[in-house]
């Protein structure tokens, strides 16, 4: 997203290169804050697209007495786009200031601390990193970005975006007591690629601050951003927090305005992005009446069969080559889960998806098996090619896949609303489309409570907050992210199941209908408000803080919410 003024190029030439214009109100404050009073100061833009950064930190350095003759030595602008640097040149002389200007990749910039560098440190590198997506982000330009935050300590996944490298790259050309200020995508907080780049944050820098926007800053970019203030050296174990509407609002922040918050040592901050009020309910919350689901049972991967349109069968596929139940195939909850609708996967529901043509036997024959109809289906196979599909070229026989045990409860891991729980009541098996999960203690009551009462505000809270999202709007939970979805205590689990066991029936009946919504609303009140005895006020935030993170999640087109009072 760096620097750019919509003279230069189109709307779409900008996006292609990951530049958005930054408003002047974020420029200001950043280059403000990098540069601390401090007149002598050398600042840095590394991608400084058409100049805002480079403008509000030489205005800034003039208000402090700056004299024009030596900008050009402290005001610092990078950038590969050559008409952008013309723009900067022109906008700057425009009002009496100056800049060094440099065409250049900074990704090839050697770092202050390498042999015969001859550029920085600075007092204060502030910006806009271009975000370019890891699809577009290939080739020789990721390769040296890769490099340039290896050279920092810092390895980068190969789903890392542009701003990661650009951001680690950029800090090693402070002093250090210097300051760092940029514009982020504010998935520096929620996905699993920038988890380098937090613990880097952590352990570079002695203090850092976010700054969050309940508005949308970026009108062309869908992204929401974060602004973060870095400084110093020797590493933190908090940050500091603060809420804002939007850049109008951040003349108003004052030095005591902050929120400061205990990092977690590894994952995702995704909770930084729920308001200070917020944060505070779902964690006492969660602290007193929720345990992990790892408490009842240990999620895990379904079969991975290297081809399931080959491994797993309709009925008709089955007759007409002659393939025996139990000897050949067995049973399988189909691939996919749209077709897992209540809070209970059937027998019935088995058959009817038999009838309906759907793939619900995999082929588990014995080691030995030799017979003739699995013959002709192996060849079937070969005509295919499934033999060279790496998980079965990896295994002897290919045709014989690992078939994971029966789980008590299915879990949704991808879903677009929230992810489920589903007792496996027919007794099937499963592919890798969902997580499976046995039980510590497998009882009918267990089984069947589960399910429904995971269909409560709180958990699907944590589900936003635990899982990852996805393009479309997809939330993704791997094994690790659901051991961690918060589910009542087994003392809460088994008062809200007294109380609700009788209505099962109806309140499956509606999930099945699409009715979802409802079902929710009932077990809050009999779970959280009953059981738990949370307030309205509780309640409030905690649903109010589910929706703001879906609808974020679902529309790519919310920012960060407000805060409301600690």
Known sequence: MAAEVETVDSTPERKARGAFFTPPALANFLARWAIHGNSSARVLDPTCGEGVFLLAAARQLRELGTVEEK????????????????????????????????????????????????????????????????????????????????????????????WAALLIHAGAFLEPEGRLAMVLPAELLTVGYAEPVRLWLRQRF??????????????????????????????????????????????RIQPFDEYAVKLSDKGKWTDLMLSIRERQVFKAVLAHHFVGLDEYGSPELGTVTGANSFFTLSEETRREYGLVADRHVVPICPPGTRHLRGLSFTKRDWEDLRDAGEGVWILYPDADDRSTPLRRYMAVGEALGVPDAYKCRVRSPWWRPPLVRKPDLFFTYMSHRYPRLIANTAGVNFVNSMHGVRLRTPTKELKHALPLLAMNSVTMLGAELFGRSYGGGILKMEPSEAARLPLPKPAHLSAAWDRLTGERSKLDQALRAGDWTSVVARVDDVLLRGVVNLSQDELDVISSALNTLRKRRLNRDLSLPAPASA
Do not use: M, W
């Open 206 to 251: 002695a203090a850092v601050k976010l700054v969050f926007f309940e508005r949308r800053q970026f009108a062309d970019a869908l992204e929401n951003v974060v602004l973060l203030l870095a400084q110093g050296t020797g590493g933190c174990d908090a940050f500091s927090l603060y809420y804002v509407h939007d850049g109008e609002d951040l003349l």
């Open 71 to 162: 900008l050009d030595n402290q005001v610092h602008g990078v950038d590969l786009h050559h008409a952008s640097l013309a723009e900067t040149s022109q906008l700057l002389e425009a009002e009496g200031l100056d800049a060094n200007l440099l065409v250049a990749d900074f990704f090839e910039l050697a770092t202050p601390s390498d042999l015969f560098s001859s550029f920085g440190p600075f007092d204060a590198v502030v910006g806009n990193p271009p975000f370019i997506r890891y699809q577009q982000h290939i080739g020789q330009a990721r390769h040296a970005s890769a490099l340039a935050a290896l050279r920092q300590g810092v390895r980068l996944s190969g789903l890392a975006s542009s």
